[in-house]
């Protein structure tokens, strides 16, 4: 077993972890000696330049997973987490064959076949998901009165599917203490403070209207509820819609109503760029609105947001 020192950096923790994979037998004569027909042999690196590709890969992929959740040695990494990372690698618009690169990396700690296969977007996914605040209306209103008011939620906090699962009282809950969190979130709005816990474990402060806040605390569960959602379990203490079950059931009602989806994720979109006109309309310049936006939405680099902004 590799071990590493305590906050020993991520390249020379990469490094270690690659090396012993590395065989500089060519493709050709691995293939020839195994009997193998087709690709390469499972877990092995065939070349200084992929090692060199690899490295840096698990290098940006654990100081993606240090800011997010503290990690502090790569073989720590889940398959959940390593997921998570790829799903954001997809947000920032990166290309297929670094997605895939990173995806073969990671899988030198997570384990051959362990990753989905994530997919970029498209040229025409890369053009705006937002939806209108009529479109929304429209949408909630072709939607099961629990899962409408989950839609309303997720738009007004710019949450995620899952995120609706974990909503929190302010008190029952913190905010992850390792961030640190400007105090310019949420200027000029007004509402309730709840607590969601995002991608990589990370809880964050999210503002409801209050409202909505009076709506969803009359769907409150005397006890939380034991709920799973794509193979992972949690604990809801709100009846309304959320995970994959919300998520489908938006975009269904999207195209009844609409004729055409964006996905649920689209109000995330709607989030975003809302609160960068409100922002911006208060004075602020396009950085530093930015930087607020990546925080409300669970991002620490504003660069993220870019795909929201579209």
């Not at 899988?107 to 479109?135: D, M, N």
């Not at 569960?221 to 992972?232: A, K, M, Q």
């Not at 208060?282 to 936006?293: M, N």
């Given at each position: 077993m590799v071990r590493f020192g305590k906050g020993k950096p991520m390249e020379v923790q990469g490094r270690a972890v690659l090396k012993a994979h590395l065989s500089l037998t060519s493709r050709h004569e691995a293939k020839r000696a195994s009997g193998a027909k087709g690709s390469q042999p499972t877990g092995q690196i065939h070349s200084l330049a992929t090692f060199r590709k690899y490295v840096t890969a698990l290098k940006q992929a654990g100081e993606w997973a240090r800011g997010y959740t503290d990690l502090r040695h790569l073989k720590a990494f889940t398959p959940e987490l390593a997921q998570q990372y790829l799903t954001d690698r997809v947000a920032?618009?990166?290309?297929?064959?670094?997605?895939?690169?990173?995806?073969?990396?990671?899988?030198?700690?997570?384990?051959?076949?362990?990753?989905?296969?994530?997919?970029?977007?498209?040229?025409?996914?890369?053009?705006?998901?937002?939806?209108?605040?009529?479109?929304?209306?429209?949408?909630?209103?072709?939607?099961?009165?629990?899962?409408?008011?989950a839609t309303e939620v997720a738009w007004h906090a710019g949450l995620r599917a899952h995120e609706l699962l974990t909503l929190q009282r302010l008190g029952e809950a913190q905010a992850s203490k390792h961030r640190h969190w400007s105090r310019e979130r949420f200027l000029d709005r007004e509402g309730e403070r709840y607590i969601v816990t995002g991608k990589g474990g990370l809880r964050r402060e999210v503002l409801?209207?209050?409202?909505?806040?009076?709506?969803?605390?009359?769907?409150?569960?005397?006890?939380?509820?034991?709920?799973?959602?794509?193979?992972?379990?949690?604990k809801q203490h709100y009846s309304i819609g959320?995970?994959?079950?919300?998520?489908?059931?938006?975009?269904?009602?999207?195209?009844?109503?609409?004729?055409?989806?964006?996905?649920?994720?689209?109000?995330?979109?709607?989030?975003?760029?809302?609160?960068?006109?409100?922002?911006?309309?208060?004075?602020?310049?396009?950085?530093?609105?930015?930087?607020?936006?990546?925080?409300?939405?669970?991002?620490?680099?504003?660069?993220?947001?870019?795909?929201?902004?579209?």
């Open positions: 920032q618009g990166i290309g297929q064959k670094q997605l895939d690169a990173d995806r073969n990396a990671l899988e030198f700690i997570t384990g051959k076949g362990t990753l989905e296969r994530e997919k970029v977007l498209t040229r025409a996914e890369l053009h705006s998901r937002a939806y209108t605040p009529a479109q929304i209306r429209l949408v909630a209103t072709h939607q099961s009165e629990k899962n409408a008011l409801i209207p209050r409202d909505l806040a009076t709506r969803l605390e009359v769907c409150r569960f005397e006890s939380p509820c034991s709920v799973s959602d794509r193979g992972i379990s949690y959320g995970g994959n079950a919300w998520s489908k059931s938006f975009s269904d009602a999207s195209i009844r109503a609409l004729g055409w989806s964006h996905g649920a994720h689209g109000l995330r979109h709607s989030y975003a760029q809302e609160r960068m006109r409100e922002l911006q309309g208060l004075g602020k310049s396009y950085h530093p609105a930015r930087e607020i936006v990546s925080q409300e939405l669970g991002h620490f680099r504003g660069d993220i947001v870019e795909v929201y902004l579209r």
